[in-house]
């Protein structure tokens, strides 16, 4: 079992800044991939990026070109860049580890929240 910690959410207005950060209890490398998803009150939850095994990565066409995922595997850690917020990536989001087999990990979330 590993276990998610984030960090990083909080209060911004439309065009700022956060970077959100999470820390697994174990290593991140091996596994299929790790990503953020988030979610927003009445909708589902959506994948916002991910980064694979082999470094490639994917986004969200609505984050591309404003986020950007990265990971450090020394201090297995996951970041997530957001630039231009708006509004709409109003939302929980959640450090995600897909494993090659068994079920995923999930951290608790950090709510991030941007201001019109």
């Known amino acids: 079992q590993v276990r998610l910690v984030e960090s990083g959410g909080g209060l911004v207005q439309t065009g700022g800044s956060l970077r959100l950060s999470c820390v697994a209890s174990?290593?991140?490398?091996?596994?299929?991939?790790v990503g953020w998803y988030r979610q927003a009150p009445g909708k589902q939850r959506e994948l916002v990026a991910q980064?694979?095994?082999?470094?490639?990565?994917n986004y969200a066409d609505s984050v591309k070109g404003r986020f950007t995922i990265s990971r450090d595997n020394t201090k297995n850690t996951v970041y997530l860049q957001m630039n231009s917020l708006k509004p709409e990536d109003t939302g929980v989001y959640l450090c995600?580890?897909?494993?090659?087999?068994?079920?995923?990990?999930w951290g608790q979330g950090t709510q991030v929240t941007v201001s019109s």
């Open positions: 980064i694979f095994s082999g470094d490639a990565t």
């Open positions: 174990g290593s991140i490398s091996g596994h299929r991939a």
């Open positions: 995600n580890v897909a494993r090659w087999l068994g079920y995923d990990y």
